[in-house]
């Protein structure tokens, strides 16, 4: 069975964020699900900066996909764990819940409410993969202001590096979710 490391802030239901944020494309082939994973993946770790340090994103899978070697993986610092000891993501991501030694601490990207319910069983705080990726995606683009900077030569180095800015985006209070609501 796939060793579940236990520092994750974040875990998303990889397939679920894909097809609920319409990342899938219009092909639905293995190639397409290939190039769905990776765009979600880059996006998200250029989205999130250090944070992503944290994060695992978990596929569902019966085996691994072509040009995989291994369950876990890191990709653009961001984990990856194929679910292949796993009757699915879902279930994976559960044990990732029921083990976590402060599950207070994590956050669970999925549209799925059995995730939800099982987040909500250990204090964990669950969300809308179309929710937390539009709201990621706000974040991100409002802390990188004007596109035009991008091109000056002088920007200072905290402008550059806008990814770890977000590190001290508090993302409860960012997806408006109140602790005490539950």
């Known amino acids: 069975m796939t060793k579940i490391r236990d520092n994750y802030r974040t875990v998303i239901d990889g397939y679920n964020l894909i097809f609920q944020c319409g990342l899938e494309g219009k092909r639905r082939d293995s190639l397409a699900l290939e190039k769905a994973r990776q765009r979600a993946v880059q996006t998200i770790s250029k989205w999130l900066g ?7 994103i978990v596929f569902d899978a019966s085996r691994l996909p072509i040009k995989e070697d291994h369950k ?3 990709q653009d610092g961001l984990t990856i764990i194929y679910a292949v000891d796993f009757e699915d993501a879902d279930s994976m991501i559960e044990e990732i819940i029921r083990t976590h030694s402060n599950p207070k601490q994590l956050v669970v990207v ?3 409410h059995r995730l939800h319910k099982a ?3 250990r204090k964990s705080t669950p969300i809308d993969s ?4 539009d709201q990621l995606e706000e974040v991100f683009e409002s802390n990188s202001g004007d ?4 091109t000056n030569l002088a920007q200072s180095d905290s402008e550059k590096d806008i990814p770890a ?3 001290n985006v508090d993302w409860a209070k960012e997806f408006g979710i109140d602790e005490g609501s539950w």
């Not at 250090?50 to 695992?56: F, V």
């Not at 596109?147 to 991008?150: A, G, I, K, L, T």
């Open 50 to 56: 250090q944070q992503r340090l944290h994060t695992a």
């Open 72 to 74: 876990v993986s890191e």
């Open 110 to 112: 999925s549209s799925d």
């Open 119 to 121: 987040a909500l069983r």
């Open 130 to 133: 179309d929710v937390w990726y």
């Open 147 to 150: 596109v035009s900077r991008s």
């Open 165 to 167: 800015q977000l590190d």
